[in-house]
């Protein structure tokens, strides 16, 4: 298995004055990179949470896919490769966000390289390709915990008190 980042795309229509750019990425089925992560009942879950947050309002939004695709290489080394790393400051590079949310156990721990529980990473300020990232639930888990709901706010919370507010970019 070997982890792939889809390109950058709209999350919201750009509003006049809004000058944060917020980079999310979310952790997809291999299937379904494609999709519109603002459909079905996680795409609800996500809409309202980042609507509350104000961020179709207050920053320029896109989202890219992360997910795991089967390769013929051989067994699952657990190992992001450099490939997604590339991907990545290739991304950030050309959005050039102010911050990234990533969202989802297996994709944050790709992306940080790391084997840390997905609790342990959240609640604080990580770097990725020079910029802060911060991490949380994906939206189809929350619909399965109710009670991470909460966790999952208090992480965009974080983000938006730490991100550059208007009129930084």
């Given at each position: 298995?070997?982890?792939?980042?889809?390109?950058?795309?709209?999350?919201?229509e750009?509003?006049a004055?809004?000058?944060?750019r917020?980079?999310?990425?979310?952790?997809?089925?291999?299937d379904?990179?494609?999709?519109?992560?603002?459909?079905?009942?996680?795409?609800?879950?996500?809409?309202?949470?980042?609507?509350?947050?104000?961020?179709?309002?207050?920053?320029?939004?896109?989202?890219?896919?992360?997910?795991?695709?089967?390769?013929?290489?051989?067994?699952?080394?657990?190992e992001?490769?450099?490939?997604?790393?590339?991907?990545l400051?290739?991304?950030?590079?050309?959005?050039?966000?102010d911050?990234?949310?990533?969202?989802?156990?297996?994709?944050?721990?790709?992306?940080?390289?790391?084997?840390?529980?997905?609790?342990?990473?959240?609640?604080?300020?990580?770097?990725?390709?020079?910029?802060?990232?911060?991490v949380?639930?994906?939206?189809?888990?929350?619909?399965?915990?109710?009670?991470?709901?909460?966790?999952?706010?208090?992480?965009?919370?974080?983000?938006?008190?730490?991100?550059?507010?208007?009129?930084?970019?």
């Amino acid at each position: 298995m070997a982890w792939t980042l889809g390109a950058a795309r709209a999350l919201y229509e750009p509003t006049a004055g809004a000058s944060a750019r917020w980079l999310l990425l979310i952790e997809t089925p291999a299937d379904s990179a494609a999709a519109d992560p603002l459909a079905g009942d996680t795409g609800k879950l996500l809409d309202n949470m980042l609507r509350a947050a104000g961020l179709p309002h207050s920053a320029r939004a896109a989202w890219a896919a992360v997910s795991r695709q089967a390769t013929a290489a051989g067994p699952d080394t657990g190992e992001p490769g450099l490939a997604l790393q590339d991907s990545l400051n290739a991304l950030v590079q050309a959005e050039k966000p102010d911050v990234l949310i990533i969202m989802g156990r297996l994709a944050t721990q790709a992306l940080l390289q790391s084997a840390e529980p997905l609790g342990k990473l959240r609640g604080q300020t990580h770097q990725l390709a020079g910029v802060p990232a911060f991490v949380t639930y994906d939206a189809a888990y929350l619909l399965r915990s109710l009670p991470d709901k909460a966790r999952a706010w208090d992480d965009l919370c974080l983000a938006q008190q730490l991100a550059p507010g208007p009129g930084s970019a």
